[in-house]
């Protein structure tokens, strides 16, 4: 059985085009909306919608969708979200599945866990990361004059498949420096053994937003 891998670099790569007027996802408010597959999730945020793209990917027989949003305040990101899809494109292929969520630092890992959301079987993880201002899949946001800054931010991510025709990426990340406290930019001080005050206090506030997010999630059955 083929994995469908979920790379969020890989829509940037040259076989890869913008989608002209998608409409198979959608951010209304704070409610995302997918025709393909169907489902609707509420968002922690308002987003605008900054770049999406589609890549084929003949060998998986799947095409795999892109979509990026982003909140910023003064010309700067505070909040990112990213949304991958992938389709199958053969019926009779086997179904679609994916490779499980992987921490970029164990140290800073704190949750990995498997839930059942009404119909859905949901991998999530929360952990600290690093914002990479140059990174090929942050491109789009400086190109319309938003800055990103290389600050550690939160990061919640959420994996389902649908039927085995859809394997379904989130990624949820916002600036530790965004909630409001003076918090610290040293990455041990965010290990999960040693995580305390306000880095402990941005996190926990961040996790429930998460959870709101990922347990909002509905399917409309076809």
């Given at each position: 059985m083929?994995?469908?891998?979920?790379?969020?670099?890989?829509?940037?790569s040259?076989?890869?085009?913008?989608?002209?007027?998608a409409?198979?996802?959608e951010?209304?408010?704070?409610?995302?909306?997918?025709?393909?597959?169907?489902?609707?999730?509420?968002l922690?945020?308002?987003?605008?919608?900054?770049?999406?793209s589609?890549?084929?990917?003949?060998?998986?027989?799947?095409i795999?969708?892109?979509?990026?949003?982003?909140?910023?305040k003064?010309?700067?990101?505070e909040?990112?979200?990213?949304?991958?899809?992938?389709?199958?494109?053969?019926?009779?292929?086997?179904?679609?599945?994916?490779?499980?969520?992987?921490?970029?630092?164990?140290?800073?890992?704190?949750?990995?866990?498997?839930?059942?959301?009404?119909?859905l079987?949901?991998?999530?993880?929360?952990?600290?990361?690093?914002?990479?201002?140059?990174?090929?899949?942050?491109?789009?946001?400086?190109?319309?004059?938003?800055?990103?800054?290389?600050?550690?931010?939160?990061?919640?991510?959420?994996?389902?498949?649908?039927?085995?025709?859809h394997?379904?990426?989130?990624?949820?990340?916002?600036?530790?420096?965004?909630?409001?406290w003076?918090?610290?930019?040293?990455?041990?001080?965010?290990?999960?053994?040693?995580?305390?005050?306000?880095?402990?206090?941005?996190?926990?506030?961040?996790?429930?937003?998460?959870?709101?997010?990922?347990?909002?999630?509905?399917?409309?059955?076809?």
């Amino acid at each position: 059985m083929k994995r469908i891998i979920l790379v969020t670099v890989c829509f940037f790569s040259m076989v890869c085009v913008p989608i002209a007027g998608a409409k198979d996802l959608e951010v209304v408010g704070k409610k995302l909306i997918s025709s393909k597959p169907p489902f609707a999730m509420l968002l922690p945020s308002q987003f605008q919608m900054i770049y999406s793209s589609a890549s084929e990917n003949p060998q998986e027989n799947s095409i795999t969708r892109v979509y990026l949003y982003g909140k910023e305040k003064n010309k700067q990101a505070e909040e990112m979200f990213i949304v991958q899809i992938a389709d199958k494109t053969n019926p009779q292929a086997t179904p679609i599945v994916a490779p499980p969520l992987k921490a970029y630092a164990e140290k800073r890992m704190y949750r990995k866990d498997r839930v059942k959301v009404g119909e859905l079987t949901i991998d999530n993880m929360v952990q600290s990361i690093i914002w990479n201002p140059e990174a090929p899949s942050l491109q789009p946001v400086l190109k319309i004059g938003i800055a990103v800054p290389s600050h550690l931010a939160l990061q919640g991510q959420l994996l389902f498949i649908y039927l085995g025709e859809h394997a379904v990426l989130i990624k949820y990340s916002r600036d530790v420096h965004s909630f409001g406290w003076k918090v610290s930019e040293e990455k041990k001080d965010w290990e999960n053994r040693l995580i305390s005050g306000n880095e402990k206090k941005a996190y926990e506030v961040f996790q429930k937003a998460f959870f709101e997010m990922m347990n909002s999630i509905r399917v409309k059955n076809p």
